[in-house]
């Protein structure tokens, strides 16, 4: 099935090494292009022009009279700086005739493509610099005399042709006229040289050249229009170690803001990264742009610059016991959708190096966590909550819609009164878990682009969550639980935080120094993960040791629960990346003398702070740490003037008005 692609690709991961040159000089997909081109009114004149390098022949130029929708042939620059006086630009012109017949041909020489300089306004460095190689014209000289034909020459924003050029690095094409005799074929290549082979950018897939024929009325400059090849240096990738194959696809959906954001409760879903398993081929590579379902895709080669294409429909989720849509769908979201609100068939990538301000590059490669990433749609917005006995239960005042037509980078916006079923009764006047599922129907039923295609389809997405209904405790020790008592013997020492009634109006009995849900909070102790709130020796799933301040572990609230005698309980997810505990879920204490915000909440007193880490800290132009200005090491003594929020962490604002991180595991309060 062809999809075209309607999104801006923006996902980037971290290239693993460049694989040695086992492959060819030049790569040209599944099939190299090599059709002659003739005139309309003289079929029997056929030309062509291609490049070559280290024995490896491009594609041939085309007949499609448009650059941008050409195959692209793919150089390989390390084979070019090991043998770069293989590079050269051929050319081959056929009579197919019986007669002799006149010949005006122009071969333009390699130049970047017009749209690579979008990208790179003033930076013509990082463009495909390709100069004529020669000192002279005798480095062009056909392979053998077939005619009256003679070359001339044109310098680069010159339009008079000449025998010969004062400077020849200018030249920037070649023409032939004269006569061909019948039968005969005339033949010359060109030698070409990369001038910028150290800092043009193999990363950027417009980043190609193009080379094109063009072929004159007479002798004069008037010519029909040209046909085009269309190439590009790029260096090969080796697909396992850079995908990561056998570990696992991170789960990622997009956040309120339209960023990508990371999804632990979907992470046990994600399958291991292979390139096919038993429904078909899951990962391709386009190197030519072919685009998704294009007769070029491969799993077999990879190169900087290029698209590789993820297959979701073929995937199935980690336990293989479901579609793996199925099952995200099951906790409440769904895949990007197109503009026409029809659901992607796949996922599109790019190849490219690590950026260390995308968020997503701190998160692959990471434990079992490979280098694929897989997107979703968060649609219904619902977590488990806890309720007393006697509180009031509305289920729709706990769950949010969002638009599940939303695209990549779009920032999602929510369904008004949208029409949820929901299942599950909640008994406010007992304790206890009641599991209550929401049910949403998601119609596609929009026409494909091209107007003809119907697709109509609806799934239903839905999302269960646990209502517990607990009693008020006490500082005995004892809770509500149905009318008996159970004696209080693994609190920690936490029921001296448990408030008597609730502060706020969800009924969760939250003191006012609870982190919020989705904040991030560290161990300042030694502390213990557990499987229940109620804590118990054989019920502990990791220690953390007590630490130094910059090596905290680190976690992320994901909900409340209270222990048998009501002792407050973070649960959370391990947020380590760096050890083996990284993603475990459970329970830890919320005393805090043991466990604390780790972001600061409050100004220093002496309006300074230091950086600490021993990478040290970047300053941006806004609050959401985009835009970096510059870079600060350990050390550093930094004036502040205000705090502010951003989402569910802060920073500081510096005296020259650029923001700074104020994650307490990176700074300290004070001239430290």
């Not at 195959?71 to 009579?95: A, E, F, R």
């Not at 789960?251 to 994600?270: C, R, S, W």
């Not at 379902?293 to 491969?298: A, N, P, R, S, V």
């Amino acid at each position: 099935m062809a999809v075209a692609l309607a999104v801006a690709v923006t996902f980037i991961y971290p290239l693993q090494g460049k694989a040695a040159n086992s492959g060819p000089g030049i790569y040209n997909g599944n099939s190299q292009y090599t059709n002659m081109q003739s005139l309309p009114n003289q079929p029997n004149q056929q030309y062509t022009s291609w490049l070559s390098l280290n024995g490896a022949d491009s594609n041939y130029v085309g007949a499609k009279h448009n650059q941008t929708d050409q195959k692209t042939s793919v150089l390989d620059l390390d084979q070019y700086k090991s043998n770069p006086s293989t590079l050269y630009q051929n050319v081959l012109v056929k009579n197919t005739s019986s007669t002799t017949m006149t010949i005006h041909l122009g071969f333009l020489l390699p130049e970047s493509h017009p749209d690579a300089s979008y990208k790179y306004k003033g930076v013509t460095e990082k463009l495909p610099q390709i100069t004529y190689s020669g000192s002279d014209a005798s480095s062009m000289q056909p392979d053998s005399s077939v005619g009256t034909i003679t070359q001339k020459y044109r310098a680069e924003g010159d339009y008079h042709w000449f025998n010969t050029l004062p400077d020849w690095s200018k030249m920037d094409s070649v023409r032939i006229d004269g006569s061909l005799a019948a039968g005969q074929t005339y033949k010359f290549r060109i030698p070409l040289k990369l001038v910028n082979v150290n800092t043009i950018d193999v990363d950027y897939p417009g980043n190609y050249f193009q080379f094109y024929t063009k072929r004159y009325t007479d002798t004069s400059n008037a010519g029909d229009i040209p046909v085009y090849g269309k190439a590009r240096f790029a260096e090969r990738v080796p697909i396992d170690s850079y995908l990561g194959t056998g570990k696992h696809y991170l789960a990622t959906y997009i956040g309120k803001d339209g960023n990508t954001v990371k999804a632990p409760e979907l992470q046990d879903l994600m399958p291991t990264i292979q390139l096919q398993n038993t429904n078909g081929t899951v990962i391709e590579f386009d190197n030519n742009n072919s685009e998704f379902g294009g007769e070029d895709l491969t799993t077999t080669d990879a190169y900087t610059g290029s698209l590789f294409y993820i297959d979701y429909t073929k995937l199935k989720s980690a336990d293989g016991t479901m579609p793996w849509l199925t099952a995200i769908q099951k906790r409440g979201y769904t895949v990007v959708a197109r503009n026409n609100q029809v659901p992607y068939a796949q996922f599109p990538y790019s190849i490219s190096p690590r950026d260390n301000d995308d968020p997503v590059n701190n998160w692959v490669d990471q434990g079992n966590i490979g280098n694929a990433v897989l997107t979703a749609v968060k649609v219904i917005d619902a977590n488990d909550i806890t309720l007393h006995v006697g509180d009031k239960w509305n289920p729709m005042d706990h769950v949010t819609i969002w638009n599940p037509y939303n695209n990549r980078h779009e920032t999602p916006t929510k369904v008004n009164n949208p029409v949820v079923r929901v299942s599950g009764t909640v008994d406010t006047s007992r304790t206890g878990v009641y599991p209550v599922t929401y049910s949403y129907d998601v119609p596609y039923n929009k026409l494909e682009p091209n107007g003809q295609t119907p697709y109509d389809r609806t799934d239903t997405i839905t999302r269960t969550i646990n209502v517990t209904v607990i009693g008020y405790g006490n500082h005995g020790g004892n809770s509500n639980n149905g009318g008996s008592s159970t004696p209080n013997n693994n609190n920690n020492g936490n029921n001296a935080w448990n408030p008597t009634k609730p502060n706020g109006k969800n009924g969760t009995g939250l003191p006012n120094y609870a982190a919020v849900k989705g904040s991030a909070v560290y161990a300042t102790k030694t502390i213990y993960m557990y499987k229940n709130p109620t804590f118990n020796k054989s019920h502990r799933i990791a220690k953390y040791p007590k630490s130094k301040r910059i090596n905290r572990p680190m976690f992320v609230v994901t909900g409340y629960a209270r222990s048998n005698g009501g002792a407050l309980r973070y649960k959370v997810r391990d947020v380590n990346h760096s050890r083996k505990t990284d993603g475990k879920i459970g329970y830890i204490t919320a005393n805090r003398k043991f466990v604390v915000n780790v972001y600061y909440k409050t100004m220093p007193k002496n309006m300074k702070i230091t950086v600490i880490s021993k990478k040290g800290v970047h300053a941006y132009k806004h609050a959401n740490l985009t835009g970096r200005v510059t870079h600060y090491k350990t050390g550093k003594h930094l004036r502040v003037k205000k705090l502010v929020k951003h989402n569910l962490t802060t920073r500081y604002v510096l005296s020259n008005g650029y923001y700074v991180t104020a994650n307490k595991k990176l700074v300290i309060h004070g001239n430290y």
